[in-house]
């Protein structure tokens, strides 16, 4: 079975900039996580998509977004990029089954760099 | 305020020895908490997991403990191999449908051939 794949990889923009960055999760999972993970705060959850709903929401301003498609695929977009928006985004998948813990199984990542 | 805290930076053991990481939280309504381990450039890969209702959960050469009343679990690795050096997280999550991790910060293991 295929992992959790990110793309881009690697992107670099500028100050002001917007990025949209893609996700797409194990195959049959349906819910999809996105974190951030910087030097200073370790790793900090976003949001989490489950049935193209947001279904949790980290401490996050209103520039970052993201949204799911119904295939589960999932994007994210940060606006108005800022230096410390630089970082690796994650993205993490799980199967969601009711009663059952859920393990998340992460991407790659991609990593931002704002110049 | 930092619910999971790692408070060892970094861990140095000779290969063959015991891992053992720590782990702290404070938020009583953690229910499910896992390590995750992490090399350079990739993301975090699932180690091991254990819910509330158990105090011990192990997996070949990895144990995890959870002492509840303490608030504390920790990781065991025996023997530690020159493999498993990496960056490892705790993370914990509130049940209730909710896929919300919260990590800890990360200790480095460094283990010495």
């Known amino acids: 079975k295929a992992g959790v794949t990110q793309t881009p990889r690697y992107l670099i923009k500028t100050r002001g900039q917007q990025v949209t960055l893609s996700c797409s999760p194990i195959?049959?999972?349906?819910?999809v996580s996105w974190y951030q993970q910087t030097p200073g705060q370790g790793l900090q959850f976003l949001f989490e998509y489950f049935s193209e709903t947001q279904r949790n929401k980290g401490n996050f301003p209103g520039r970052f977004s993201g949204r799911q498609f119904s295939n589960s695929r999932s994007e994210m977009n940060v606006s108005t990029l800022e230096l410390g928006d630089s970082a690796l985004y994650l993205c993490?998948?799980?199967?969601?089954?009711?009663?059952?813990?859920?393990?998340?199984?992460f991407g790659p990542g991609t990593r931002l760099t704002v110049l | 305020d930092q619910q999971v805290k790692q408070n060892s930076p970094s861990l140095s053991v000779q290969e063959g020895r015991i891992s053992i990481l720590n782990c702290d939280y404070t938020?009583?309504?953690?229910?499910?908490f896992l390590w995750y381990k992490k090399y350079p450039a990739e993301g975090p890969t699932f180690l091991i997991s254990i819910s509330s209702i158990k105090d011990k959960n192990e997996d070949g050469r990895f144990t995890v403990f959870l002492n509840k009343s303490a608030k504390h679990l920790s990781l065991h690795i025996v023997p530690s191999q020159p493999g498993d050096s990496a960056v490892y997280f705790c993370?914990?999550?509130?049940?209730?449908?909710?896929?919300?991790?919260?990590f800890g910060k990360g200790t480095k293991l460094t283990v010495n051939p």
């Open positions: 938020n009583s309504m953690f229910d499910y």
């Open positions: 195959s049959g999972h349906r819910s």
């Open positions: 993490a998948s799980s199967l969601n089954s009711a009663g059952l813990y859920n393990e998340q199984f």
């Open positions: 993370a914990a999550s509130a049940q209730g449908g909710s896929e919300k991790l919260v």
